[in-house]
């Protein structure tokens, strides 16, 4: 191609021509340089704050998941508690186990939680050792009874023929659960866990707790009957028999807990 | 031939400690090269601050995209190509660039000698500077970069015909200033005579 002589003129003078920068060019350009660094560096923040973030939502969901699931829990009871009807005694003994180590766990997990009233959180924590005892308690007899029932009452009679009613009162109504029978354990367990949800959303649950506790009364007044002899075996088995066939009909653990009272 | 080997040899130590992000090969290359890239922008971008600028940006690009250089041709050659496509998307964005008017061809060329003698690169960048921004463009690309009039309509994303109609414009427009000021020479040298 044959070069025209004006692109040659001006390439030869022009092509190496150097203009002279500001003084402050390079301090600028270092610091559109540096900024790139930062702002990386500012994206690695970001990534950590998203993953903080997450963790955060995460924990809350698990304690909200956490918190809800007495209802859950419930449910599995009254699933279970469906069994007795084909089921043996010694069947309705496990039965009666299992949940009551899982509601422990979950007691666990309230307290650490929520902090309640000192009074509340001292109850739940006798509650707790209560069933603990009435744990081994089952554990130790359970292999070599025939009859649980039996055994059950007979160890009512002793405890509370032992434990002084002024004391029980004096201590609430949590500390008889050492007199009730293990089916009833549960519920016990279950009327705390209900109580100390109720602290927080009193409005809702406050006539709830207040049926609780008398119905707590009742059972105390079945196990004194049984202490003074007034209520005998038969009697027990006829208000077993009566739970077993509410649970059936049942509106889940709700009823149940009725039954039982 | 050994000085331009010794040169390359330089240009790739450069590009090797900006490889590595070493902030003294930066500025050993910016105290080099700044200059040359300021006078591109400025045949692009007749505004010094705004050219100062691109010149700025073109750098941090460059020392960014360092691994792109592969060092098979000149680190220079690289850094022009850069620059000039930094100015052009400047260009792109802030201005309507093409205008057609016509411009009758003239008759006599100026004396390249005695201009040659008497004119400044700082003239001959004011002539540039001056001329309409199409014609401008086109006539950097072909006439000083060196282009093809394939890649001048490539990197505009024009016809290959509107730029070869664009520099034959910008050349007469050149020749036309380049007159004038021969015309001021020779003005200038008589009165010189006479006295």
Same mark, same amino acid.
């Given at each position: 191609?044959? $070069?025209?002589?004006?692109?040659?003129?001006?390439?030869?003078?022009?092509?190496?021509?150097? $203009?002279?920068?500001?003084?402050?060019?390079?301090?600028?350009?270092?610091?559109?340089?540096?900024?790139?660094?930062?702002?990386?560096?500012?994206?690695?923040?970001?990534?950590?704050?998203?993953?903080?973030?997450?963790?955060?939502?995460?924990?809350?969901?698990?304690?909200?998941?956490?918190?809800?699931?007495?209802?859950?829990?419930?449910?599995?009871?009254? %699933?279970?508690?469906?069994?007795?009807?084909? /089921?043996?005694?010694?069947?309705?003994?496990?039965?009666?186990?299992?949940?009551?180590?899982?509601?422990?766990?979950?007691?666990?997990?309230?307290? $650490?939680?929520?902090?309640?009233?000192?009074?509340?959180?001292?109850?739940?924590?006798?509650?707790?050792?209560?069933?603990?005892?009435?744990?081994?308690?089952?554990?130790?007899? $359970?292999?070599?009874?025939?009859?649980?029932?039996?055994?059950?009452?007979?160890?009512? /009679?002793?405890?509370?023929?032992?434990?002084?009613?002024?004391?029980?009162?004096?201590?609430?109504?949590? %500390?008889?659960?050492?007199?009730?029978?293990?089916?009833?354990?549960?519920?016990?367990?279950?009327?705390?866990?209900? %109580?100390?949800?109720?602290?927080?959303?009193?409005?809702?649950?406050?006539?709830?707790?207040?049926?609780?506790?008398?119905?707590?009364?009742?059972?105390?007044?079945?196990?004194?009957?049984?202490?003074?002899?007034?209520?005998?075996?038969?009697?027990?088995?006829?208000?077993?028999?009566?739970?077993?066939?509410? %649970?059936?009909?049942?509106?889940?653990?709700?009823?149940?807990?009725?039954?039982?009272? | 031939?050994?000085?331009?080997?010794?040169?390359?040899?330089?240009?790739?130590?450069?590009?090797?400690?900006?490889?590595?992000?070493? @902030?003294?090969?930066?500025?050993? +290359?910016?105290?080099?090269?700044?200059? @040359?890239?300021?006078?591109?922008?400025?045949?692009?971008?007749?505004?010094?601050?705004?050219?100062?600028?691109? #010149?700025? &940006?073109?750098?941090?690009?460059?020392?960014?995209?360092?691994?792109?250089?592969?060092?098979?041709?000149?680190?220079?050659?690289? #850094?022009?190509?850069? =620059? +000039?496509?930094?100015?052009?998307?400047?260009?792109?964005?802030?201005?309507?660039?093409?205008?057609?008017?016509?411009?009758? #061809?003239?008759?006599?060329?100026?004396?390249?000698?005695?201009?040659?003698?008497?004119?400044? =690169?700082?003239?001959?960048?004011?002539?540039? &500077?001056?001329?309409?921004?199409?014609?401008?463009? +086109?006539?950097?690309?072909?006439?000083?970069?060196?282009?093809?009039?394939?890649? =001048?309509?490539?990197?505009?994303?024009?016809?290959?015909?509107?730029?070869?109609?664009?520099?034959?414009?910008?050349?007469?427009?050149?020749?036309?200033?380049?007159?004038?000021?021969?015309?001021?020479?020779?003005?200038?040298?008589? &009165?010189?005579?006479?006295?």
């Amino acid at each position: 191609m044959k $070069a025209n002589k004006i692109d040659r003129f001006f390439s030869k003078k022009l092509e190496n021509h150097a $203009a002279t920068p500001s003084a402050d060019a390079w301090s600028r350009l270092e610091s559109e340089l540096e900024p790139k660094e930062k702002k990386r560096r500012f994206i690695w923040w970001q990534f950590a704050a998203v993953f903080l973030m997450v963790l955060t939502i995460g924990g809350l969901f698990y304690n909200w998941t956490v918190n809800n699931e007495p209802e859950n829990l419930q449910n599995e009871n009254s %699933i279970l508690a469906e069994l007795p009807e084909t /089921a043996n005694e010694a069947l309705e003994r496990e039965e009666v186990q299992e949940p009551e180590a899982v509601r422990i766990d979950e007691s666990d997990v309230l307290i $650490a939680e929520i902090t309640p009233e000192p009074n509340e959180k001292l109850r739940v924590e006798k509650v707790l050792k209560t069933d603990a005892n009435l744990n081994l308690i089952a554990n130790n007899t $359970a292999p070599t009874i025939a009859n649980p029932v039996e055994i059950s009452i007979e160890k009512l /009679a002793k405890l509370v023929a032992k434990s002084e009613l002024e004391n029980i009162e004096s201590l609430g109504l949590v %500390i008889p659960t050492e007199v009730i029978k293990p089916t009833e354990v549960i519920q016990v367990a279950n009327y705390e866990v209900e %109580i100390y949800r109720g602290l927080s959303k009193p409005d809702a649950t406050t006539a709830k707790t207040q049926e609780k506790k008398s119905a707590f009364k009742k059972a105390l007044e079945i196990a004194m009957d049984v202490k003074n002899g007034e209520i005998g075996l038969d009697d027990l088995r006829d208000l077993k028999d009566d739970l077993v066939s509410n %649970i059936e009909d049942g509106n889940k653990a709700e009823k149940t807990r009725k039954v039982v009272n | 031939m050994r000085l331009q080997i010794r040169k390359s040899e330089q240009e790739h130590q450069l590009a090797e400690g900006c490889r590595n992000g070493d @902030r003294k090969s930066q500025k050993a +290359v910016y105290e080099r090269y700044s200059g @040359r890239m300021l006078s591109i922008c400025l045949r692009y971008i007749a505004q010094r601050d705004e050219a100062e600028d691109i #010149m700025i &940006s073109a750098f941090t690009k460059i020392f960014q995209k360092i691994d792109q250089y592969k060092g098979d041709g000149s680190f220079e050659g690289w #850094m022009r190509r850069i =620059v +000039v496509n930094d100015c052009l998307s400047q260009l792109r964005k802030s201005r309507n660039m093409y205008l057609e008017s016509s411009i009758e #061809m003239l008759e006599t060329e100026p004396d390249f000698h005695l201009l040659e003698d008497h004119l400044e =690169v700082e003239d001959l960048m004011r002539l540039i &500077s001056d001329l309409p921004i199409g014609y401008r463009t +086109v006539f950097n690309l072909y006439a000083i970069e060196g282009y093809s009039h394939k890649e =001048v309509a490539e990197a505009l994303n024009i016809q290959e015909s509107t730029s070869k109609s664009q520099l034959s414009r910008a050349r007469v427009l050149l020749q036309k200033e380049l007159k004038r000021l021969e015309d001021q020479v020779n003005f200038k040298t008589r &009165s010189y005579e006479s006295k």
